[in-house]
């Protein structure tokens, strides 16, 4: 053992010596330690690795619970949603806003725009015009449904005279 540890040194020495000519034994020797070196190394580093990914994922999930389990974390989750739908709203009153804004403005200086209302929202026809309708299949579903309203009703009242 004494002998191998000094053969070892003086390798070492040797090695160090770049116009020795036992280098390129020394460096053989040495490749083979370091591999073994720098696979316990290696392994080493892995484990600390993981060890620091355990730790994360450990406070992570600690962290998580906390948040889930903890009332004021889901009044603040919950308050912010609604905050959201809120903004939300606010955004599309603003809309309908200016759009009711414009249409003031239309109904009191654009004569032809208060007519255009006029006859699309009371159906009134100038005197002299020809009305066309064209039905479109809600409408017909509609009047279908007025039909039936129309017969279960007029049933009702001949089954009510009959009696």
Not at 26 to 38: L, P
Request: hydrophobic share 35%.
């Amino acid at each position: 053992m004494v002998q191998k540890q000094a053969i070892w040194e003086k390798l070492r020495f040797q090695a160090y010596d770049k116009n020795s000519v036992e280098f390129g034994v020394w460096s053989c020797c040495v490749s083979a330690e370091q591999k073994f070196h720098s696979s316990r190394f290696k392994l080493h580093t892995v484990f600390q690795t993981m060890k620091k990914f355990k730790i994360r994922y450990i406070i992570l999930i600690i962290a998580l619970t906390i948040l889930v389990f903890n009332e004021g974390s889901r009044t603040l989750t919950r308050r912010f949603f609604e905050q959201r739908k809120l903004q939300s709203d606010i955004k599309s009153a603003k809309y309908q806003n200016e759009l009711l804004k414009k249409r003031i403005y239309y109904l009191e200086h654009e004569p032809s725009y208060i007519e255009r209302m006029v006859r699309s929202e009371l159906n009134v026809i100038a005197p002299g015009e020809v009305e066309y309708r064209f039905h479109t299949k809600e409408i017909e579903e509609k009047i279908i449904k007025e039909k039936k309203n129309e017969d279960s009703g007029s049933e009702l009242l001949t089954s009510g005279q009959k009696t």
